[in-house]
């Protein structure tokens, strides 16, 4: 615990970490959402969030007192997958003109990519999968550049740590493999996920405060002066709110504007907040500088009982593209539309519609029918 820093967002950050890495709150959060919603785990979580936003960190900090037994167990996100690089990759054709719309690679997509390239012209690649073996790593990603557009999104820079230099050396890693694929951009999240050496098991939310985003902005600065690449930052979508004196998207804007990052929308996290009662996404949508969109992301989520999910194993909803169908003819500096899926891949049929749905879409606004 850092309490010698009442009131900081290190010490914010610590009370979190200590939260979400005992063990029985860690399964109900990653496990069952909704059995985590309403159970008293739940509501000591968000009692030590009200004494948080209140500054009572040091009683906040005794609602558990459990060591985070869990940190040297949790798994990396990357270790479930295995990097995808090979000689025999389709190739896909480059798109005419932006938006390209594309999917987010996973291996068992590899059968849609290949079969219809008119319909995925940008493949989306964590950039924590080519850590298994750095030099294969470099390798893979170039011989990906030369065969399609390509982004690059990762994990666990933890953008919103106030000590940016412990992360220096994920941060290495990164450059090299940045600079082997050759892309400009480099996207993760408006989140953190580390606080000092422990590691989280999810993204977790920031607090909206000044001096989290004074924080997120020098980390921004310091991180597109280190990569030299542009940093595009992903709205999550919350497992529950922390609070703070700006709304989600206020506070992204007001990071893009201070910070010349830009955004990487998720439509559907903004609806799975307004869902679960965090925001209204008409008001937050509206608080976006269109020039500052540089990508979408779209998925399709479930409910859990009374809370909705953010699973990416469901057809993207017709209201999310009613949205994204109203959005997109302001966000002109748009450049790509990611499909998000990570489960169900035996749905092939879903995963077509949804990217022709977007096609379709995304044709009617270049030809201003929208």
């Not at 987010?104 to 590899?110: A, G, K, N, Q, V």
């Not at 893009?256 to 937050?284: M, Q, T």
């Amino acid at each position: 615990m850092t309490e010698e820093l009442p009131g900081s967002i290190a010490s914010f950050q610590a009370v979190l970490a200590d939260l979400l890495q005992s063990d029985e709150t860690f399964a109900a959060w990653r496990d069952n959402p909704e059995g985590f919603a309403r159970s008293r785990l739940s509501g000591r979580l968000a009692l030590a969030i009200t004494l948080l936003n209140a500054e009572h960190l040091y009683f906040a900090s005794r609602l558990y007192r459990k060591k985070a037994s869990r940190a040297a167990t949790i798994p990396n996100p990357a270790d479930n997958y295995s990097c995808p690089a090979s000689p025999s990759e389709p190739i896909v054709p480059k798109a005419a003109s932006p938006p390209f719309i594309g999917l987010s690679h996973r291996p068992e997509l590899d059968h849609i990519i290949g079969t219809h390239p008119e319909l995925v012209q940008i493949i989306e690649y964590i950039i924590d999968r080519f850590f298994i073996n750095e030099n294969s790593g470099v390798a893979a990603l170039w011989l990906l550049s030369q065969q399609h557009e390509l982004l690059l999104h990762s994990l666990d820079i933890s953008i919103g740590s106030p000590h940016m230099d412990q992360r220096l050396d994920y941060l290495r890693r990164v450059k090299v493999l940045l600079r082997a694929s050759r892309v400009s951009e480099l996207s993760d999240h408006i989140a953190f996920t580390h606080v000092g050496t422990r590691k989280l098991p999810h993204f977790v939310p920031l607090w909206r405060t000044e001096e989290q985003l004074e924080i997120v902005v020098r980390n921004v600065r310091f991180l597109q002066e280190f990569l030299d690449v542009q940093i595009t930052l992903e709205n999550i979508a919350c497992p529950f709110d922390v609070g703070g004196d700006m709304t989600s998207m206020e506070f992204a804007s007001e990071l893009a504007g201070r910070s010349g990052c830009k955004l990487l929308l998720d439509i559907s996290n903004v609806l799975a907040d307004e869902e679960n009662g965090y925001c209204n996404a008409a008001a937050e949508f509206a608080r976006i500088k269109p020039s500052d969109v540089q990508g979408i992301h779209l998925a399709g989520g479930q409910w859990s009982g009374c809370r909705s999910v953010d699973s990416h194993d469901q057809p993207i909803p017709q209201h999310h593209l009613h949205w994204l169908a109203k959005l997109l003819p302001k966000f002109t500096s748009c450049h790509s539309i990611i499909v998000e899926r990570d489960g169900r891949f035996d749905k092939s049929s879903e995963i077509l519609d949804d990217l022709t749905r977007i096609h379709t879409i995304a044709a009617e606004v270049k030809n201003g029918s929208v």
